[in-house]
């Protein structure tokens, strides 16, 4: 059995790589990022005394890496992941107290688990056996199908916000994989075969692409060692395949306007933002930034002024869902006027024009950063959103330790790095929009 | 209320609850809550204090033990706009002044109230605690109640009504808590209903929340690494001036009147899924069942290995979403099994939730589902230390109760000692098919005569 370098270990404190974000907060966890002998990136956050421990094994291949006419593929497999022939992952994590669960992204797919400490060598050893087999039964994935059009229904159709936010992303990202249903069309799903699962686990599926993260009260040795001995035996994948690598593109304005059963109308706006190889990651940090100052807590400025003032908003909240090609500035309102969306969404653009023009003070910017340092330290509580924040930072940085030094930039944005963002999302030609008519029938 | 000058030198009492009766053992690890301080003022408000050195952040809870149950009938919604009140103006800031300051200290202030309780509930670094406690003490006691923001937070409680119609599952769980309570305090909706909300009137919010927030109907948890600092002199500083006297709020029992079995039919064309509720009457916070029947209800479909999750949805592919749950109230309960599955499935799926009670209802479950679920509960458990908030609420539930922390022991006690039997015979005893209710929402136009079987069709 190969191991890996302890010369290779590298391990530092939160406080060392992030010393401007932590001041002040006692936090006491140490990072440990490893390789192990067939290329998996292992990071062990240690937390002495924390309760439970949890686990991410995360792939770096997502919605983005499907073939175009296999829509769902990524989130398909990610299910028939715990259906496994002769592996009941749910079983035998849960007879230790465990949980398991998993998510697909449009970067990546991600297997998690939360248990008592004690269980890490049999969550690895299963993982290894879960990775290391192939094996897709066809009634199983006909049983799984049924369920993932359930999981449709439920998430989209079966909500008029489920739909605003499909249709907000094929609007934002024209012709770019992240564009695309992360769960895949009716019609997608009744192409879906075993073929293209197997397809997809023997191309993506390899240690080239899988980073594990794992947060509890550990010896970071001893779970390298135990990585090593289970995954760290996973064979190198055999087809050397390239992932899809384009920049999200500059998106045309568009506005869409649905009419569907209601009870209130919506309006989504969303810009592509953070694009690699620009201004980013210190464009994403303000973007961060400008979220705060837009619509954290009663006196932010889109809540004070259209919720609390002019009463034409009854929710509001902006946010950044962050992608490896292009980050995507969503603003999501809910109006109590079920007619017509569009003064709220011209309320809102005013807003964003005010920012442009008027400078934000240092008053603001100071609350906007005290407010994230504080949720970003709370994301650093419990090992399972630990382990979250890493999976999430590995997917976005591909290294755990400078993607972690990263969540500290928002320090450093100034009020005209805000205003720029302000002038861009308020550029015609750079935002799209969905408003959502509320009727009395579909 | 009065925030008048203190009234002599508050008593104050420190407990120490010995360490032994707050620990367990799970998986091989101690779990152990933190060594409570409990202070008592003058005024008839108790404060909690939790240590928790690794913490960040410092936790602060105030709890009112009255909620929405309290509401009158016909004035739905009474307590949650009293408790939204608190953050919209005192009687030296208005609602914008205090939400500066709020964000100003980077903490978000969470007021929420529920059948049982008001919570106000607020995190901060530790050197902002002080200012902290000092804002709770002033919404709390100076708050005005001003009529513009009455109608603005009534216009906001409108909407989100609304938006709860968006949600089939929503709409399901509330229809079923009106029929399975209807009439008494667990049956009323938290947020009230557009009708009832329309009825309050400025004094009748006036009047409540005089009945409510008084010190001798609260108690105060800080949580957090407090060791530093001196928690103690600053909530007296802050609360223990705070005198309300006056009559306080009466809350009604919560008998449960429901004869079954029921089926409800709320037809929704536009939904694309039928949401189901299948329910039955369960047990309080204090009932000796409580342990066996939380076993059961995990093993039914409280977890992803669980009957109901392997059968219906892994094997049969009929729902996504499916499982079972346990709400335990003060005074009454809930066994509830949720779904959703397209219309043409409905019937199929509710059929294979029978038939899944009826296996565990005739055949005990095997030694390693009941370890399984045990493992889970321990697992629970050990979660309820991880933070700050996580203590917080977890002492201000057991305050509310009269329970002190030797409690999670019990539980962990009482969880080891429940064996096969136990589970057969709650199982027999509360899946009482008499007592069941069906709430289906979505497209069921059309499903009437298939159900009819199931129970009286209920409105």
């Known amino acids: 059995m190969n191991s890996p370098s302890s010369a290779s270990h590298r391990t530092s404190t939160l406080a060392d790589l992030a010393p401007r974000l932590t001041e002040g907060f006692g936090t006491e966890i140490s990072i440990t990022t490893a390789r192990l002998s067939n290329g998996i990136e292992t990071v062990v956050l240690t937390s002495p005394t924390a309760p439970l421990m949890s686990t991410q094994l995360v792939l770096n291949c997502g919605n983005r890496d499907v073939p175009e006419d296999r829509g769902g593929l990524a989130h398909c497999v990610e299910h028939m992941m715990f259906k496994i022939p002769g592996l009941s992952m749910d079983e035998e994590i849960e007879d230790l107290g465990g949980s398991c669960n998993a998510y697909t992204t449009q970067d990546g797919t991600g297997y998690l688990t939360d248990s008592l400490p004690g269980a890490l060598d049999t969550i690895l050893a299963l993982e290894r056996r879960r990775f290391g087999k192939t094996e897709i039964a066809p009634a199983s994935l006909e049983a799984e199908l049924q369920v993932i059009l359930e999981e449709r229904l439920q998430a989209v159709e079966n909500s008029p916000i489920g739909t605003v936010f499909e249709e907000i992303y094929a609007l934002a990202y024209p012709g770019h994989p992240y564009g695309r249903s992360i769960l895949g069309t009716p019609a997608d799903l009744e192409q879906t075969t075993v073929e293209d699962c197997r397809r997809f686990i023997a191309s993506q599926y390899v240690p080239e692409r899988m980073a594990l993260i794992v947060a509890g009260p550990l010896v970071s040795s001893k779970v390298i060692d135990l990585a090593e001995e289970s995954l760290g035996q996973l064979p190198p994948g055999q087809e050397n395949t390239v992932r899809f690598a384009s920049t999200a593109p500059s998106n045309p304005a568009q506005h869409l306007s649905l009419c569907k059963k209601a009870e209130l109308s919506a309006v989504s706006l969303a810009t592509v933002v953070g694009r690699p190889g620009l201004s980013e990651p210190r464009e994403s940090a303000a973007a961060e930034l400008l979220t705060v100052i837009l619509t954290w807590g009663d006196s932010s400025r889109l809540i004070r002024s259209l919720v609390h003032e002019r009463r034409i908003a009854f929710d509001i909240e902006a946010g950044l869902q962050e992608y490896e090609l292009g980050s995507l500035l969503l603003i999501e309102a809910r109006s109590p006027d079920r007619r017509d969306p569009s003064g709220l969404r011209d309320a809102i653009q005013k807003e964003l024009h005010s920012l442009a023009e008027i400078p934000i003070s240092e008053e603001e910017i100071e609350k906007a950063k005290r407010i994230l340092a504080i949720e970003t330290v709370k994301l650093m509580r419990t090992s399972s959103s630990q382990a979250d924040l890493v999976s999430g930072i590995h997917l976005l940085h591909g290294c755990a330790q400078a993607g972690i030094r990263s969540l500290e930039t928002f320090l450093d944005v100034t009020a005209h790095d805000i205003a720029q963002l302000a002038e861009k999302v308020t550029r015609s030609d750079e935002t799209v929009c969905v408003s959502l008519q509320a009727s009395e029938s579909e | ?449 298939a159900v009819r079987p199931l129970g009286r069709i209920a409105q």
């Open chain 2, 1 to 449: 209320m009065i925030f008048g000058p203190a009234q002599g030198k508050p008593f104050m009492r420190t407990i120490a609850i010995a360490l032994a009766a707050a620990s367990f053992s799970a998986g091989g690890n101690e779990v152990m809550i933190p060594h409570p301080t409990e202070v008592f003022m003058g005024n008839g408000m108790k404060a909690l204090l939790l240590t928790k050195e690794d913490s960040p952040l410092v936790t602060t809870l105030v709890r009112f033990y009255s909620g929405s149950r309290s509401d009158p009938p016909g004035k739905e919604g009474l307590t949650e706009v009293c408790a939204r009140m608190l953050a919209r103006g005192t009687k030296t800031q208005s609602a914008a002044k205090i939400a500066v300051a709020i964000d100003k200290l980077g903490g978000a202030l969470d007021l929420d109230a529920d059948h049982e309780s008001i919570d106000l509930f607020l995190e901060l670094r530790l050197q902002d605690h002080e200012k902290g406690l000092k804002l709770l003490s002033t919404l709390i006691s100076e708050s005005t109640f001003p009529d513009d923001e009455i109608e603005l937070v009534i216009d906001q409680m409108v909407s989100e009504i609304r938006a709860i119609k968006e949600s089939p599952s929503a709409t399901a769980q509330l229809k079923f808590r009106n029929i399975l309570y209807r009439g008494r305090g667990y049956g009323r909706p938290v947020l009230g209903t557009e009708t009832s909300l329309k009825r309050l009137s400025p004094g009748d919010i006036r009047d409540h929340a005089r009945k409510l927030f008084v010190p001798q109907n609260s108690i105060l948890i800080a949580a957090g690494p407090l060791r530093r600092v001196e928690p103690i002199q600053w909530i007296h500083a802050s609360f223990g001036s705070w005198q309300e006297e006056g009559p306080r709020v009466r809350t009604e029992e919560a008998a449960q009147k429901f004869e079954g079995p029921a089926v409800v039919l709320i037809d929704r064309p536009e939904f694309s899924q039928v949401d189901l509720l299948i329910g039955y009457p369960g047990v309080s916070a204090k009932s000796p069942d409580r342990f066996a029947l939380r076993l059961a209800s995990l093993i039914l479909g409280g977890a992803t290995s669980s009957r109901l999750f392997q059968k219906l949805r892994a094997e049969d592919g009929l729902s996504y979403d499916l499982g079972s749950s346990m709400a335990i109230r003060h005074h009454a309960g809930e066994i509830l099994i949720a779904g959703a599955t397209r219309k043409e499935s409905a019937v199929d799926l509710i059929r294979g939730i029978d038939k899944t009670i009826s296996q565990l209802r005739d055949d005990p479950p095997s030694t390693q589902e009941l370890a399984r679920a045990k493992a889970l509960i321990r697992t629970d458990l050990a979660g309820l230390t991880e933070t700050s908030d996580h203590l917080a609420i977890f002492a201000a539930e057991l305050a509310q109760l009269d329970l002190d922390s030797s409690h999670l022991e019990e539980t962990h006690r009482m969880i080891e000692a429940v064996d096969t039997d136990a589970i057969r015979r709650v199982v027999r005893k509360y899946f009482d098919l008499k007592r069941r209710l069906i709430v289906l929402v979505g497209p069921v136009a059309g499903l009437r005569e």
